[in-house]
């Protein structure tokens, strides 16, 4: 069903009330599966997961809040109360890699594959500048398909422009060749913001990193920047600002 990968895709904001504002960028991110961490960097070049390089994955820097020295044991140690596991789940994460010693990540998913094939999931959000980092641990999907849709409440404050008291609508396909996240923010019958991952899967190997390194050199500088250039822009129509709680 899942396998480590490299997908290229596009993201895309949507935010439909009070004043509307849209953008979407386009950009890489890595699908990796956590008991092959060591394996999956070991050929390239480049690329790797423990000493610096160009691109690295730095699990060190994800479930930080849990224990356990590798990111699968920090894993098990965030779900073990959260979410219903045996321990024979394959575990992946959805993320960006740290380019030439910058990473920001506003939200990476986890994909957890149970034995019978049924789907769980971890978002682990980050919001800038306060860095603050709530998990979201999302079980028994609605399922349509190879659609999983999953509700929850807002915990983390992310936007000052949109308030707290909102429930999240997440929704995943996972195809062969493709891979989707949209989520949508809710507050009673309306639906006042959407956010939407659209990838298409490349294979894990050299070719995939160098088309990375030549196409998004500059990645997490332009999620950075965006984030606040976006801001001004949503500001500048009017829209409320909200403080952080």
Known sequence: ???????????QHRRLMPK???FKYAMAMVLLELDEL???????KYCDNVKASALRFMQNKY????????????FTDAAK??????????????????HLGVAFNPVSFYFIIKPDNTIAMLAEVTNTPWHQTHCYFLDSPITKGNYRSFRFEKKLHVSPFLEMDYNYHLKTAIHPDRLMVHMENWRSDE??????????????????IN???LRYPFSPWKVIVGIYW????????????????
């Open 211 to 213: 088309k990375i390194l």
């Open 38 to 44: 060591d394996n999956l960097f070991s050929q390239l």
């Open 81 to 98: 109360d959260k979410l219903s596991l045996t321990g024979q789940e394959r575990v992946f994460v959805l993320t960006q890699l740290r």
């Open 230 to 245: 976006q801001a001004l822009k949503i500001y500048l129509k009017g829209n409320p600002f909200y403080s952080h709680p």
């Open 63 to 74: 479930l930080r809040a849990y224990e356990g020295d590798s990111l699968k044991q920090r």
């Open 191 to 208: 639906k006042h913001f959407t956010a939407s991952l659209a990838l298409t899967k490349a294979p894990w190997e050299q070719a995939s």
């Open 20 to 22: 509307p504002h849209g």
């Open 1 to 11: 069903m899942l396998e480590s990968a490299v997908y290229f895709g596009q993201l």
